[in-house]
């Protein structure tokens, strides 16, 4: 079995502060792990994913994240964040053997001016 | 909290038939609703947006006679998957969004055309 937990249901932050949305997970099985942006009325949209390999990845509009083994998280971060980030971020994980996808319950982020 | 099904979660068919898969929210009402498939080892790829009462929007490259939605009511929307090929085999995953637009997942469907 796998569970992934999002510690924040909503995070409120100011443009161009910085953002960090945790994503926690467990697994029995290696896993890949993605994150997810979905704006208003819109479906999900790819926002970066790790396979393998180095363990920062960067992804689209200025996010990366972090995969930590040992402490099993893949937080997402941005340095400087928009008002066109405002929306709901899903973390998911998928086992290795692409045979279970399990979601986060996601973190709406709004950003104020 | 909220709560998505699927049914099936399993479905082996031969090539040529039709599969249905129903995509249920268990305690609130959605009028949006969201149908995304996964490749193995990749990520979901949207195919279309359902909305209560009327017809779907579909992705580019998404076959809208191949793959038929109906969403007939505030807790239901179907996909089926017509003449399906073993290309069609996939992980079928639905997503339901309440009025406060929060969205839920469902367990998603394995579907394997032989």
């Known amino acids: 079995a796998q569970s992934v937990t999002q510690l924040d249901s909503q995070v409120p932050v100011f443009e161009e502060a910085p953002v960090e949305l945790r994503c926690n997970y467990s697994?029995?099985?290696?896993?890949?792990l993605f994150w997810y942006v979905q704006y208003p009325n819109q479906g999900l949209q790819l926002l970066l994913k790790y396979l393998s390999g180095s363990t920062l990845v960067k992804g689209i509009n200025g996010f990366e994240a972090e995969f930590n083994k040992s402490q099993t998280s893949f937080h997402l971060r941005k340095p400087s964040v928009h008002i066109s980030d405002t929306a709901e971020y899903f973390c998911?994980?998928?086992?290795?053997?692409?045979?279970?996808?399990?979601f986060g319950g996601g973190t709406r982020l709004m950003v104020k001016p | 909290g909220a709560v998505v099904s699927q049914h099936p979660s399993w479905v082996i068919c031969k090539s040529g038939t039709s599969v249905k898969i129903e995509c249920r929210s268990l305690d609130f009402q959605a009028t949006t609703m969201f149908w995304y498939r996964q490749f193995p080892k990749q990520s979901l790829m949207l195919m279309a947006t359902?909305?209560?009462?009327?017809?779907?929007?579909?992705e580019q490259g998404v076959e809208k006679d191949k793959f038929l939605i109906n969403h007939a009511s505030l807790t239901l929307s179907t996909l089926t998957v017509t003449s399906a090929h073993p290309e069609d085999s996939s992980f079928y995953i639905c997503?339901?969004?309440?009025?406060?637009?929060?969205?839920?997942f469902g367990p998603g469907t394995r579907l394997l055309v032989l």
């Open positions: 697994s029995s099985v290696s896993v890949y």
């Open positions: 998911a994980v998928l086992s290795v053997a692409g045979n279970m996808l399990t």
């Open positions: 359902s909305n209560e009462g009327s017809k779907a929007t579909y």
């Open positions: 997503s339901a969004e309440d009025l406060g637009e929060t969205q839920y």
